[in-house]
């Protein structure tokens, strides 16, 4: 059974930090790529990064590039997203995926369950 688990949501003001953490199991990690989404509400889900699945390429949404940083552990089953300098516009759902290429389109194998993040001004 695939499971992408998000953590490390939470409430935060303007300018201040957050580290999201998926943890992976169930898949063969070092194949897959892996990317952040997020949804505010009434907005559609956009890609907000991906990496690769050495670790050696990664992308960002324009939005967030300069301000986060995605990485992977291969040995721990995890990937990472630093978010530094947030604003209240990033607030919204933040979930994991998993999928063979990085496209940040949305069509991906697998999508965890979410964990929340909200920036106050």
């Known amino acids: 059974q695939v499971q992408l688990v998000e953590s490390g949501g939470g409430l935060v003001q303007a300018g201040e930090s957050l580290r999201l953490t998926c943890t992976v199991s169930g898949l063969p990690f070092d194949i897959y790529t892996f990317s952040w989404y997020r949804q505010a509400p009434g907005n559609e889900r956009e890609g907000v990064s991906c990496i690769s699945s050495s670790g050696s390429s990664t992308y960002y949404g324009e939005f967030v590039r300069g301000r986060f940083k995605i990485s992977r552990d291969n040995a721990k089953n995890t990937v990472t997203l630093q978010m530094n300098g947030l604003r209240p516009e990033d607030t919204g759902m933040y979930y994991c995926?998993?999928?063979?290429?990085?496209?940040?389109?949305?069509?991906?194998?697998?999508w965890g369950h979410g964990t929340q993040v909200t920036v106050s001004s």
């Open positions: 995926a998993a999928d063979k290429r990085c496209t940040l389109r949305g069509n991906v194998d697998y």
